[in-house]
Nanobody, 123 residues
Framework: QVQVVESGGGLVQAGDSLRLSCVAS????????IGWFRQPPGKEREFVAT????????IYANSVKGRFTISRDNAKNTVYLQMNSLKPEDTAVYYC????????????????WGQGTQVTVSS
């Protein structure tokens, strides 16, 4: 199994930046891919970004493309989500999730989830 823990959320103003971190532990040698998802208040959980094990392939949701950057440091078992030019509509609980196998954008395909970190963007 792989355990993941998110951190870095907070309350910011529109236009500000935040960097979320996702630290993995457990069977991290199994070549896991990481996805970031978010769940706005009263809405379904949605895909934000994903990065494969080697870090050379990334996918972004259209709503964050050009503003968010996902990266990873496998030596630290950590994946980052750099969020720039934040908007009030980015307000959500952000979740990190891991999948062993194929990197993808589908919530249901991910096996291991963190508890989430709240990001609130005020206007």
């Amino acid at each position: 199994q792989v355990q993941v823990v998110e951190s870095g959320g907070g309350l910011v103003q529109a236009g500000d930046s935040l960097r979320l971190s996702c630290v993995a532990s457990g069977r991290t040698g199994s070549g896991y891919h990481i996805g970031w998802f978010r769940q706005p208040p009263g809405k379904e959980r949605e895909f934000v970004a994903t990065i494969n094990w080697s870090g050379d392939s990334t996918i972004y949701a259209n709503s964050v493309k050009g503003r968010f950057t996902i990266s990873r440091d496998n030596a630290k078992n950590t994946v980052y989500l750099q969020m720039n030019s934040l908007k009030p509509e980015d307000t959500a609980v952000y979740y990190c999730a891991a999948v062993v196998g194929v990197s993808c954008t589908v919530v249901e395909e991910y096996d291991y989830w963190g508890q989430g970190t709240q990001v609130t963007v005020s206007s």
